[in-house]
């Protein structure tokens, strides 16, 4: 029996709504009847029916065939575009997957995977326990529709928060709410890393105003130079700064080591931390804790069914956004939007679905070519490092849902159009070819009225519009596969719609390639080691300060501290360590040891008796 994408639209998964379909109006002619943008109208597409069934073909031998013989035919190039294209009316935002060389008998041979994957979706967002390592339910899409959750105290939740978010910003702004030595803040200095730093950064960098009543920072590392210059920048404006530190857990080393830092930096200028500070994470995390008994300015919730890489649209990204007089709640309605839009299991009309099938089409399903993001759009930037941590914390699995090692991924890079065409992309258009790319196109160059011709009919945007469109068939004309969206500006809902889109595509991949978007054990086991590591320091101050109490002070060589520490296997890494405190003044070389590290002998400058018997 003849198989088709109709399976796609099968009555078991009826899409979220139904789609009246009508035959798309024929493709104009080339040089034929004008043609209004199809974005005035959503195009419909027919169901392909399709001769071959899913038995007979080998997906890899197509596949793999096809891969060679990208469209080259103007026309068909054309018809393919209009085919394919995918366009949501209300948020101005349309997909185009033409450049990607997937056939119909591999959409056919996807058919099976997507309907597992839009039903794992549809139970994810029903409450199911969709994160099962760590036995949790994934709720980032209640947080923009809060009818969806599986229990009414969650609703109130997310309104509640959304409204204390709302109105604490607006005190803030207003003056209401002001630092105790100042007449109002003027400063952010957020302090979180991974999802607690990387939406909020995104975010800011994309829509924060040229001049926003709060101006944000962030520290989002523990290396102390980093934090010195951010603090040093605010300067004097310390004393208007609001503090907001962001941690999911409460407890990463790196934004504990933030916030005692700043701590430290308020002392030091004689300023109260407390009023000036605000905690966002988990109820009753350390960092909960410590804000509620040294009375914190504010404390926001966060989840254990929000992830840190989906937390943009809670409090982590919603509050410093309303502070720099972003419109969350528009926000938010772009990716409700998409939300609904990501719902269907048609899978034309599905432009998540449409990501994660090129996705899976352009790296064999196993992330055997690289994802680069190119975004023509300054403010987008980030964009890239945003979707570093979406997609490949999500992606980037060592194990499938059945126990098989996979070591799954999809690497991103990328930085921004046309500026990256003038450092990598001649190895994309030329060289090794172990990616697809994807362009993020907008439309609005500038805001109404205050464009310029810098030649008779050619503007500044005319130029980063030709560079991208250039490019794009550079390098299809290579033979290099691209994904374009087109978004018609950066504004709130449209930033909103694409993080929304993402999410989604990221979620329904992972049902492709059957795993769990949702953890990262990987992560877990570089904090266990970073710890070691300063389990490992630890002995060797405290055989060094040992050696350095006694009169004479014994300078040790490297293998001695290895064998009083009892870790001779673990001799280069305490070179490693005591090179580190070396260059930080913090062990001393004895005279005349200075050669290899083999006869190098170290001491303390002082010693402290209180360690001797730590
Ligand atoms: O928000 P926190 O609990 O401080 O976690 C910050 C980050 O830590 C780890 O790196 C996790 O893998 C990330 O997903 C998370 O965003």
């Known amino acids: 029996m003849a198989s088709s994408l109709s399976g796609l639209f099968s009555s078991s998964l009826k899409p979220s709504k139904t789609l009246s379909v009508k035959a798309l109006s024929a493709p104009p002619t080339r040089g034929g009847d004008s043609f209004s943008f199809p974005h005035t109208s959503k195009p419909t597409h027919l ?6 069934s899913r038995s007979d073909i080998s997906h890899t031998d197509a596949a793999t065939a096809a891969k060679k013989e990208l469209i080259k035919d103007p026309d068909a190039l054309w018809e393919r575009y209009l085919d394919w294209l995918y366009q949501e009316k209300d948020l101005g935002l349309y997909l185009d997957v033409s450049r990607v060389g997937f056939t119909d008998e591999f959409v056919v041979d996807m058919e099976h995977r997507f309907k597992s994957a839009f039903k794992a979706m549809d139970e994810l967002e029903k409450g199911s326990i969709a994160n099962p390592d760590e036995g949790r339910m994934v709720g980032h899409y209640w947080l923009r529709n809060s009818s969806l959750v599986p229990k009414p105290t969650l609703k109130t939740l997310i309104e509640n928060t959304l409204d204390s978010i709302c109105s604490f910003a607006d ?16 400063q952010i200095l957020s302090v979180g890393i991974g999802g607690s730093a990387l939406g909020p950064q995104f975010v800011a960098e994309a829509l924060a105003p040229d001049n926003p009543p709060l101006k944000i920072r962030f520290i989002d590392n523990t290396d102390p130079a980093g934090i010195d210059h951010q603090i040093a920048q605010l300067g004097p404006e310390l004393a208007s700064t609001l503090v907001i530190v962001i941690s999911k857990s409460g407890g990463t080393p790196e934004t504990r080591n933030g916030l005692l830092e700043v701590q430290k930096a308020f002392r030091e200028a004689g300023l109260n931390f407390a009023k000036q500070g605000v905690a966002i994470t ?7 804790n410590t804000a509620r008994i040294e009375g914190w300015l504010a404390r926001f919730p966060m989840y254990d069914w929000v992830g840190g890489r989906t937390s943009v649209m809670s409090a982590v990204g919603l509050l410093p956004a309303a502070l720099q007089g972003i419109d969350i709640r528009e926000m938010l309605a772009g990716a409700a939007i998409m939300d609904e839009a990501t719902r269907t299991t048609w899978l034309k009309n599905n432009p998540a679905a449409l990501l994660a099938m090129c996705w899976y089409w352009a790296s064999d399903g196993v992330g055997s070519k690289d994802m680069v993001i190119l975004p023509y759009k300054d403010s987008l930037l980030l964009f890239s490092r945003y979707l570093q941590q979406l997609v490949m914390e999500s992606l980037g699995k060592e194990f499938d849902l059945d126990g098989n090692t996979v070591n799954q991924g999809l690497t991103v890079y990328g930085n921004k159009g046309s500026t990256d065409q003038h450092a990598y992309i001649q190895q994309l ?10 362009f993020i196109e907008v439309l609005r ?18 130029y980063l519009f030709g560079m991208l469109q250039g490019t794009r068939s550079a390098l299809y004309a290579n033979g290099r596969e691209s994904i374009s969206v087109t978004i018609e500006e950066v504004t709130p809902r449209s930033v909103g719609a694409i993080i929304a889109l993402y999410e989604r595509a990221v979620g329904l991949y992972a049902s ?12 877990e086991a570089g904090k266990k ?35 009083r520490c009892h870790a001779p296997e673990e001799i280069e890494m305490i070179y490693k360590i005591i090179a580190h405190m070396s260059a930080n003044d913090r062990v ?27």
């Open 47 to 52: 169901p392909l029916t399709l001769s071959a």
């Open 171 to 186: 005190d803030i702004i207003a003056g209401k709410i002001k630092p105790p030595s100042s007449p109002r803040f003027t």
């Open 282 to 288: 988990q109820e009753n995390s350390l960092l909960d």
């Open 429 to 438: 258009r030329e060289g090794v070819h172990n990616f697809f790319a994807t």
């Open 445 to 462: 160059d500038r805001p109404p009225g205050h464009d310029w011709e810098l030649e008779p009919g050619v503007t500044c945007g005319d």
């Open 512 to 523: 492709l390639v059957n795993i769990n978007a949702y953890h990262q054990p990987g992560v």
């Open 529 to 563: 080691a970073a710890a070691e590591v300063l389990a490992l320091q630890k002995r060797v101050l405290s055989v060094l300060n040992e050696a350095s109490c006694k009169d004479p002070v014994e300078p040790l060589t490297l293998d001695e501290i290895a064998d």
């Open 588 to 614: 001393l070389i004895a005279e005349g040891s200075c050669g290899s590290p083999r006869s190098v002998k170290v001491y303390l400058g002082e010693c402290n008796v209180d360690d001797m018997y730590a």
